[in-house]
């Protein structure tokens, strides 16, 4: 059976997105048809239902109100699925034959912009990537922002996956041949092929001083863009990029070890430094903290900038809780201006981005008048805006969620629009008083005047009151099961001037707003200049609060490595424990000692002090201030961490080898100017693999990297390697026993442990008393027989390195027989063995 032409079209349009569902509309509804159909029907949990043919030749088919439908798009996007969105693009009013539609947006996990799904304070970033030589040039936009960014990342795909983990990028943009190396362990990751037929010319303002090698990913990632959202992206900012190391760099492996963004348990927000710093009162300022933790400064002449305003905050409270106040009045700007550019924001989005840009004299007041000059000159980065502000005075102060329903612009704006409003107001004003006159005429108290879309408005008069109608005044209009509707020439002709005012009120309305929403992103620039100033001060004002509720203390730094912290102390773990004491620590590394090896008991924390050492270091290079006594710190180039054990079972990778490939990971990549931090290494194989693998590590860094290095193990035997390696030092945990039972001081100490009290920790945990004791038996064992076997090694030494003295005196001793040998016999074999050893030494 032939399809019908509405069928053509669907199918016509459906083979340009094969990998999508398609969304046809018709009338108030988008519909699915054939596989898309059979298989929404299932994600979305609709009635499926059939149209056309008969028996096997029906066409399933399935679908959504169109007033409803974002909630189904956000059900098959958060599933990993595209959505084809197509509409009507003619008037069927002024259409003979079949309405035309086409695709107006392709909506993906990366493109995805509407919704209740979306995390207002959190980037949404499509990325695009380019296998080159050695690594891959990686390129991502937040389409909502318009933030874009280009990255260089060395090493394999995997480190290619990781880095778009630690990103929270949904979906990759890739060429034919990447899509296949990726495709197998992309897993969660959707993959978009973009075959750029054709090539989106980027304004060179996207591109400036961008490195060539970064620029075919961004050309991929933008192509694909215009492609599939159909609209300008005139929004896009300027990419960024890592130039000349001016960005400390943080593995995906270290910035969970740390626990910056998501706990490495749950992968939740609470128990992460982003919690703890996150007083922010907007989303576009959590969205900035978010990226500064992503990736903090390498230099230091940017960090003291940022620590400046945030000393000024600090000391300025009263100025600080104003600009705050003022702050949470202000909308997203940013992702307003990106329903602007896309055409797709409404009255009530214009209404917010006025409201906000009325806020900013304010600030700029506020910090120009504080008196300090830091704010001062911080306020000159704030533009006003006012011909936006002179714009939006257009728009009514509560406009309606539908642009399309009257009500976006103000009265008075213009004439000719409040002469349709006029008309129709005065008609529905005329239009109830006839209500009333015709039922004091009638005497019918339930006549009433209606409306519909068909026959217009009408008089209706139930059955029961027929009797009282003035039939020669009313002309039958259509007969009900209980009432008759009538009209009435006037009411006719008042019909006709309310509609067409109404229509061409709507009609005029909605140009007018188009219009004003077209002027308004000439600005959208300016706005996204605004919008990224205004997240800073909102992130300078948080560190201030934090600074001053946690006791943080502004951090110097040197143009050497030493690290001083003193009174250091975990900021997380600090307010998890809440008003309890947390017992803070010094680290000290200088350029002529630089290693700390680190033992003691398990659960003592020396994980905790590893971790705070580093924290310290990433809050001082975001420009925050820092939880210690004090901090002299050097600029930090990388961290790297090597802490907890995990399995990754989907690549079948048991924790000593995820151990080993980013401790491989961290010795390849680090420069002397790095921080190392590497806990229990050499826990997952043999006593001896492991303390052999953790010494030639230490050698290894100590000789060839020269990093500052925290190392903690639980191989007492490594202690002995600060004879050896000038540049490391003994530090432990200090635990004592009271009644038989160990107590955690967490103070760290120089020197090495004098025992790890493990039993004692199997203890605190509860194990069963047997085992315990039974634990205890066997300890005693084998540290006798460990005793015994020294013993037999140090008197065994005597013979080391056996010379022709030695091996006569082992031969004597093996001649001799012991049952037939005389007592005088044996005094002179021993005066012989020592005349023997006499001439050795």
């Known amino acids: 059976m032939a399809p019908t032409p509405m069928m053509q079209q669907y199918l016509q349009v459906k083979s340009d997105y094969q990998d999508a569902f398609l969304f046809f509309r018709l009338g108030d509804f988008y519909e699915m048809f054939y596989d898309d159909a059979l298989k929404a029907s299932q994600i979305l949990e609709i009635t499926l239902t059939s149209r056309g043919g008969t028996g096997d030749d029906r066409i399933p088919m399935c679908g959504v109100p169109h007033h409803a439908a974002q909630n189904y798009i956000d059900q098959l996007i958060s599933k990993g699925h595209k959505v084809a969105l197509c509409e009507q693009v003619e008037d069927p009013k002024t259409t003979k034959g079949m309405v035309k539609r086409e695709v107006v947006r392709l909506i993906t996990p990366g493109t995805h912009t509407e919704g209740k799904s979306i995390d207002s304070k959190s980037n949404m970033f499509l990325a695009a990537a380019e296998q080159m030589a050695d690594g891959f040039a990686l390129s991502y936009v937040d389409i909502s922002t318009g933030e874009a960014s280009a990255i260089y990342i060395a090493g394999t795909e995997n480190a290619l996956l990781q880095e778009l983990q630690s990103l929270n990028i949904k979906e990759l943009v890739v060429s034919d041949q990447l899509f296949l190396l990726l495709n197998e362990e992309s897993q969660d990751l959707v993959l978009s092929i973009e075959p750029m037929d054709f090539v989106y010319t980027a304004d060179e303002r996207l591109l400036a001083e961008c490195p060539d090698d970064l620029k075919l990913s961004i050309q991929r990632l933008l192509t694909y863009i215009s492609r599939t959202q159909k609209q300008s992206l005139d929004h896009i900012q300027p990419f960024t990029f890592n130039e000349n190391g001016q960005l400390l760099s943080i593995d995906f492996h270290s910035k969970r070890n740390l626990e910056l963004l998501q706990s490495i348990r749950g992968g939740e927000t609470k128990g992460t430094l982003l919690w703890l710093l996150d007083e922010t009162v907007t989303a576009m300022g959590s969205r900035k903290l978010k990226q500064w933790l992503h990736q903090p400064l390498a230099n230091r002449h940017l960090i003291e900038k940022r620590q400046q305003l945030v000393e000024s905050l600090i000391n300025q409270y009263f100025v600080r809780v104003e600009l705050q106040e003022l ?48 704010l001062a000159n911080f306020s000159d980065k704030l533009d006003r805006c006012g011909e936006v502000c002179e714009l939006l005075g257009a728009i009514s102060e509560n406009p309606p969620l539908s642009s399309k329903e009257g009500g976006v612009i103000r009265d008075g704006f213009h004439a000719k629009l409040d002469e349709y409003r006029y008309a129709s107001r005065n008609g529905k004003d005329w239009i109830a008083q006839l209500e009333q006159e015709e039922r004091q005429r009638t005497g019918i108290k339930s006549l009433k005047i209606g409306y519909n879309r068909i026959f217009g408005y009408y008089i209706e008069i139930s059955k029961a009151n027929m009797h009282l109608a003035d039939l020669e005044r009313y002309e039958r209009k259509q007969t009900l099961a209980n009432a008759e ?252 026993e009271q009644s038989g039972k160990v107590v955690f001081l967490h103070k760290v100490k120089k020197g090495p442990a004098d025992k790890s009290y493990g039993i004692h920790v199997a203890e605190l945990a509860e194990l069963p008393q047997p085992i315990l004791a039974r634990a205890r038996e066997l300890l005693v064992s084998f540290e006798a027989e460990n005793k015994k076997h020294v013993s037999q090694v140090e008197q065994l030494s005597f013979f080391d390195d056996r010379d022709t003295e030695s091996e006569e005196v082992l031969q004597m001793i093996a001649d001799v027989n012991i049952a037939a040998i005389t007592p005088l016999q044996s005094l002179q074999l021993l005066n012989d063995l020592q005349v023997k050893l006499s001439k050795k030494e």
């Open 327 to 374: 702050l949470k009045e202000v909308y997203d700007l940013e992702r307003l201006s990106g329903r602007i550019a896309f055409g797709s924001a409404s009255g009530r989005d214009l209404a917010q981005l006025r409201s906000s840009l009325e806020k900013v004299p304010a600030i700029i007041s506020e910090l120009a008048n504080s008196g300090h000059g830091t």
């Open 485 to 736: 509707r009538y009209i009435t020439p006037e009411l006719k002709e008042k019909e006709t001037l309310i509609l067409t005012a109404e229509e061409e009120s709507l009609n005029l309305e909605y140009e007018l707003f188009v219009k004003i929403r077209e002027e308004v992103k000439q600005y959208i620039g300016r706005i996204q200049q605004l919008a990224s100033t205004l997240s800073e001060l909102d992130v300078f004002m948080s560190f201030a609060n934090v600074a001053e509720k946690y006791r943080f203390v502004k951090p110097v730094f040197n143009d050497s490595r030493e690290i001083s912290i003193i009174e250091g102390r975990h900021p997380v773990v600090e307010k998890m424990l809440n008003k309890q004491h947390y017992v803070p620590n010094d680290c000290v590394l200088t350029d002529n000692q630089n290693m700390l090896l680190i033992t003691g008991p398990n659960m003592s924390g020396k994980s905790t002090y590893m971790r705070q050492v580093a924290l310290t270091i990433v809050l001082a290079q975001i420009g925050s201030y820092v939880p210690a006594e004090s901090a002299n710190l050097p600029i930090v180039d990388q961290i790297f961490t090597r802490i907890g054990a995990a399995d990754d079972l989907v690549s079948g990778q048991s924790t000593f080898m995820v151990e080993m490939l980013e401790s491989q990971y961290a010795i390849t990549h680090a420069t002397e100017r790095s921080l190392l931090l590497f806990d229990e290494i050499g826990r997952g194989t043999s006593t001896y693999d492991g303390m052999a693998l953790a010494q030639s590590m230490i050698e290894y860094i100590h000789e060839n990297i020269g990093a500052n290095t925290l190392f903690s193990t639980h191989y007492h035997e490594l202690t002995a390697l600060d004879q050896s390696l000038d540049k490391l030092s003994n530090v432990h945990v200090a635990a004592m």
